[in-house]
């Protein structure tokens, strides 16, 4: 029997050993490199010395994560491998420590358990007094990334550079989310150019963390219009007709076409192929405005019946682009592509800058402990690199503090 229990003690200690070692931020960080890899955005990018930067960036990181001693260090670490990619299209999250609801952040006893638990105690949180923060923000300009933001009437945070004044940090101020504390994190920024930042942040429900790469402050909005510095004003950048596509005259002989997605799902394709034939023979307006605020893209398959269509128009007449920051991913190509035709004039605001690659296939892969998810990219548009992290300039800027589709009109007419 003693012989049997030394035999069993010494197997169980050997799995426990592995397991421990399988699972661990290094070993995470070995999965990430490995898969990071594999990308065509690496291998475009990382060559000669750069490959050997990239290997040295690596190793470093992987002797931090050794120190790493909770899930929230060990993401911080794990992200800064995907940092120097150009590739806006990759994801990685952190797998929520427990699956939340929307109506569970409204239940008294889930809420009063949640509250007790690790999960919520642990949450990241900042040292800073808020009230003192509180006042220190309140009047910051809304042209400074710094301030005060609202996410809806949900929460408020606080915005502030660190003593790294490249590094910055969101903390709850207030909060009608009985999930969230104040003081606790909801996001942080690294900036790595003006007004451009890679950002992690917390999901409001689930309060797990993700990446945001690509981030951008404008006009007191970060995160896509989430978080705002003046949430009751209309930013006409974002105010889009809800409809799909449309083909309608606006004004005189002025023509206004949508296309708000070029997404490849079988519903979509056909939708936008039903509508492409429809409207062939319609474009008969002395200029035409092409709407593709918030279009987030999606296949050529679907864009380029449009760009064909587009093409033959514009031999003739002018066409004006409507582009927003949300204009992204193939919507993005498509810009460019019309640029490149004659009577064409880009309008609007910068596009997102995820253009240069994409996912064909949709897989996710979990890291080694299984508490993160890496979104990995594999499909090759490299010939748009130079717009990745950049997005599309237009040629004329709109504001927003008026409708841009009165705007384009108004810049059509001086034009004829």
């Given at each position: 029997m003693r012989i049997l229990y030394i035999l069993f003690f010494t197997l169980f200690s050997s799995t426990l050993v592995n397991a421990q070692e399988k699972c661990s931020c290094s070993a995470d960080i070995d999965a990430l490199y490995a898969s990071v890899k594999k990308m065509p955005s690496y291998k475009n990018q990382f060559k000669g010395k750069g490959k050997e930067e990239y290997q040295k960036l690596y190793n470093n990181l992987k002797a931090l994560s050794a120190r790493a001693d909770d899930n929230f260090s060990c993401y911080k670490i794990l992200v800064q491998l995907l940092y120097p990619l150009k590739d806006n299209h990759l994801g990685f999250w952190q797998q929520p420590t427990e699956k939340i609801s929307g109506e569970m952040i409204v239940d008294t006893a889930f809420i009063k358990t949640y509250r007790e638990s690790d999960a919520f105690k642990n949450f990241p949180t900042v040292k800073n007094n808020t009230d003192s923060l509180n006042n220190v923000l309140t009047n910051k300009p809304l042209n400074d990334v710094e301030g005060i933001y609202h996410y809806s009437n949900y929460v408020t945070v606080g915005v502030y550079?660190?003593?790294?004044?490249?590094?910055?940090?969101?903390?709850?101020?207030?909060?009608?989310?009985?999930?969230?504390?104040?003081?606790?994190?909801?996001?942080?920024?690294?900036?790595?150019?003006?007004?451009?930042?890679?950002?992690?942040?917390?999901?409001?429900?689930?309060?797990?963390?993700?990446?945001?790469?690509?981030?951008?402050?404008?006009?007191?909005?970060?995160?896509?219009?989430?978080?705002?510095?003046?949430?009751?004003?209309?930013?006409?950048?974002?105010?889009?007709?809800?409809?799909?596509?449309?083909?309608?005259?606006?004004?005189?002989?002025?023509?206004?076409?949508?296309?708000?997605?070029?997404?490849?799902?079988?519903?979509?394709?056909?939708?936008?192929?039903?509508?492409?034939?429809?409207?062939?023979?319609?474009?008969?307006?002395?200029?035409?405005?092409?709407?593709?605020?918030?279009?987030?893209?999606?296949?050529?398959?679907?864009?380029?019946?449009?760009?064909?269509?587009?093409?033959?128009?514009?031999?003739?007449?002018?066409?004006?682009?409507?582009?927003?920051?949300?204009?992204?991913?193939?919507?993005?190509?498509?810009?460019?592509r019309l640029k490149k035709l004659k009577n064409v004039t880009i309008v609007g605001e910068t596009t997102n800058g995820t253009i240069a690659y994409g996912s064909n296939y949709g897989n996710t892969n979990s890291l080694a402990c299984n508490t993160y998810e890496f979104y990995p990219t594999d499909m090759d548009s490299s010939e748009f690199l130079g717009y990745e992290s950049v997005g599309i300039v237009p040629d004329v800027l709109l504001n927003n503090e008026s409708d841009w589709v009165a705007q384009t009109v108004a810049i059509i007419k001086l034009d004829q």
């Amino acid at each position: 029997m003693r012989i049997l229990y030394i035999l069993f003690f010494t197997l169980f200690s050997s799995t426990l050993v592995n397991a421990q070692e399988k699972c661990s931020c290094s070993a995470d960080i070995d999965a990430l490199y490995a898969s990071v890899k594999k990308m065509p955005s690496y291998k475009n990018q990382f060559k000669g010395k750069g490959k050997e930067e990239y290997q040295k960036l690596y190793n470093n990181l992987k002797a931090l994560s050794a120190r790493a001693d909770d899930n929230f260090s060990c993401y911080k670490i794990l992200v800064q491998l995907l940092y120097p990619l150009k590739d806006n299209h990759l994801g990685f999250w952190q797998q929520p420590t427990e699956k939340i609801s929307g109506e569970m952040i409204v239940d008294t006893a889930f809420i009063k358990t949640y509250r007790e638990s690790d999960a919520f105690k642990n949450f990241p949180t900042v040292k800073n007094n808020t009230d003192s923060l509180n006042n220190v923000l309140t009047n910051k300009p809304l042209n400074d990334v710094e301030g005060i933001y609202h996410y809806s009437n949900y929460v408020t945070v606080g915005v502030y550079r660190t003593h790294k004044k490249d590094s910055l940090v969101g903390v709850v101020l207030q909060t009608n989310l009985k999930n969230w504390a104040i003081g606790q994190m909801a996001f942080i920024m690294q900036e790595y150019a003006p007004n451009h930042f890679n950002a992690i942040g917390a999901h409001l429900v689930q309060k797990n963390f993700i990446l945001y790469k690509q981030e951008t402050f404008a006009n007191g909005i970060l995160f896509a219009g989430h978080w705002k510095k003046e949430p009751k004003k209309v930013n006409f950048a974002y105010d889009v007709p809800k409809e799909k596509f449309s083909l309608k005259n606006i004004e005189g002989n002025i023509q206004y076409l949508k296309l708000g997605s070029f997404s490849a799902n079988n519903e979509n394709v056909a939708e936008a192929g039903a509508f492409c034939k429809r409207i062939n023979d319609s474009l008969t307006g002395t200029a035409l405005i092409v709407d593709l605020r918030d279009n987030g893209g999606g296949a050529d398959k679907v864009s380029n019946q449009f760009l064909k269509l587009l093409k033959k128009f514009s031999n003739h007449k002018k066409v004006y682009v409507l582009v927003n920051h949300w204009t992204t991913s193939n919507a993005e190509q498509f810009t460019v592509r019309l640029k490149k035709l004659k009577n064409v004039t880009i309008v609007g605001e910068t596009t997102n800058g995820t253009i240069a690659y994409g996912s064909n296939y949709g897989n996710t892969n979990s890291l080694a402990c299984n508490t993160y998810e890496f979104y990995p990219t594999d499909m090759d548009s490299s010939e748009f690199l130079g717009y990745e992290s950049v997005g599309i300039v237009p040629d004329v800027l709109l504001n927003n503090e008026s409708d841009w589709v009165a705007q384009t009109v108004a810049i059509i007419k001086l034009d004829q």
